[in-house]
């Protein structure tokens, strides 16, 4: 029943190799949303696969700080992602009227000639 079904799907692409990894990231711009999550300063001198002593306050201080920053940075992050979104969308549509004005032209012509 559900194994004579054949897959339309193309074969999935080779991983990139590591120089390729590279190269997409020394290409990526200095405003790319992956590069704008936590910054070097934030995370010097933190492990956060350890749990920390809560009984230093600076520590607890510069782990609370860094986290809001992360926080507000996401949602930025978040409002700039829902914004791209929409002028995606935007886009999308003003180019399928463009598609279907050129079909309608394209029939047009046919039909006259």
Not at 4 to 22: D, T, V, Y
Request: with cysteine.
């Amino acid at each position: 029943m559900f194994g004579n079904k054949k897959s339309n799907l193309p074969p999935r692409p080779h991983p990139p190799l590591p120089e390729q990894i590279l190269e997409d990231i020394r290409n990526a711009k200095k405003d790319d949303n992956v590069f704008k999550f936590v910054t070097k300063e934030e995370s010097v001198g933190e492990n956060s696969h350890y749990p920390m002593n809560s009984s230093d306050m600076e520590t607890v201080y510069k782990r609370l700080k860094t986290y809001l920053s992360v926080k507000e940075n996401l949602k930025e992050l978040g409002g700039n992602l829902e914004t791209e979104c929409e002028q995606l969308k935007t886009s999308d549509t003003e180019m399928k009227k463009i598609a279907d004005d050129i079909r309608k032209q394209a029939y047009e012509v046919l039909v006259k000639q």
